[in-house]
T-cell receptor
Framework: AQKITQTQPGMFVQEKEAVTLDCTYD???????LFWYKQPSSGEMIFLIY??????QNATEGRYSLNFQKARKSANLVISASQLGDSAMYFCAMRTNRDDKIIFGKGTRLHILP | DTGVSQDPRHKITKRGQNVTFRCDPISEHNRLYWYRQTLGQGPEFLTY????????KSRLLSDRFSAERPKGSFSTLEIQRTEQGDSAMYLC???????????????FGPGTRLLVL
C-alpha cells in the first residue's frame, strides 16, 4: 500500500531561518513522483516542488529544495530564509506511475515568527 | 490565465438536504479530480474523470455521492441526503495527462467548504 507520513504536526520557526519539513513515503512501485503543496488559510492547494523517483539531483525551486533520499524513502522539504508569508499548512504527496490519484500526508502546520 | 474555479466557495445546509458543487477546470485539461479534506487531514481522493469518462471512484464515495462531467469540461459533485459527517472541504483539481507521466502536478481550485448542520 502507498503511504505518506509527516511526523511534525506543527513547527515554529524564526523569520529568516531555514526550516526542514519531514516526509517519508512507502510504495512498491519503482516509478513515482513526490510533491509538496502549501495550503494557506484560504484553502487553496499551491504546488511548490516536484521530485521524480529517477531524478539524480534534488529538485530546487527558488527558496524551496527537496532533500530526496531514495534508500531511506525520505523527501524532506527545505525552505531557506523563511518569510512570514510562509506560514501555512504543508503537505507532502505522492503519485505512482500506474495510479492517477495523489496521496497526501496529514500535513505540517508551519508558523513563522517575526 | 484562469485557474481552476469552484462554486460555491461555502455552503451551509441542513442534514438530509441535497447539495451540488461545480468545478471548472483549466481549459483544455483532460483530467479532473475530486478530493475531500476533513479538518486536520490531508486531501483524500474521491474520483476522477478523463474527458467525460469517470475512470475511478474511491470507496469513500458512497451511493449518496455522484459526480458527472457531461461535456468533458466542467464537473458537478452532488451529495444526496447530507449527513454531518459530510462536512469537509471539497477540492477539485485538473491536469492534462498524456501517457505515463508521474511528474505532472494537479492544479487545485480554492475548494468548497461544506457545513452540514
Amino acid at each position: 500500500a502507498q503511504k505518506i507520513t509527516q511526523t511534525q504536526p506543527g513547527m515554529f520557526v524564526q523569520e529568516k531561518e531555514a526550516v526542514t519539513l519531514d516526509c517519508t513515503y512507502d510504495t512498491s512501485d519503482p516509478s513515482y513522483g513526490l510533491f509538496w503543496y502549501k495550503q494557506p488559510s484560504s484553502g487553496e492547494m499551491i504546488f511548490l516542488i516536484y521530485q521524480g523517483s529517477y531524478d539524480q539531483q534534488n529538485a530546487t525551486e527558488g527558496r524551496y529544495s527537496l532533500n530526496f533520499q531514495k534508500a531511506r524513502k525520505s523527501a524532506n522539504l527545505v525552505i531557506s530564509a523563511s518569510q512570514l508569508g510562509d506560514s501555512a499548512m504543508y503537505f507532502c504527496a505522492m503519485r505512482t506511475n500506474r495510479d492517477d490519484k495523489i496521496i497526501f500526508g496529514k500535513g505540517t502546520r508551519l508558523h513563522i515568527l517575526p | 490565465d484562469t485557474g481552476v474555479s469552484q462554486d460555491p466557495r461555502h455552503k451551509i445546509t441542513k442534514r438530509g438536504q441535497n447539495v451540488t458543487f461545480r468545478c471548472d477546470p483549466i481549459s483544455e485539461h483532460n483530467r479532473l479530480y475530486w478530493y475531500r479534506q476533513t479538518l486536520g487531514q490531508g486531501p483524500e481522493f474521491l474520483t476522477y474523470f478523463q474527458n467525460e469518462a469517470q475512470l475511478e471512484k474511491s470507496r469513500l464515495l458512497s451511493d449518496r455521492f455522484s459526480a458527472e462531467r457531461p461535456k468533458g469540461s466542467f464537473s458537478t459533485l452532488e451529495i444526496q441526503r447530507t449527513e454531518q459527517g459530510d462536512s469537509a472541504m471539497y477540492l477539485c483539481a485538473s491536469n492534462h495527462r498524456r501517457g505515463y507521466e508521474p511528474q505532472e502536478t494537479q492544479y487545485f481550485g480554492p475548494g468548497t467548504r461544506l457545513l452540514v448542520l
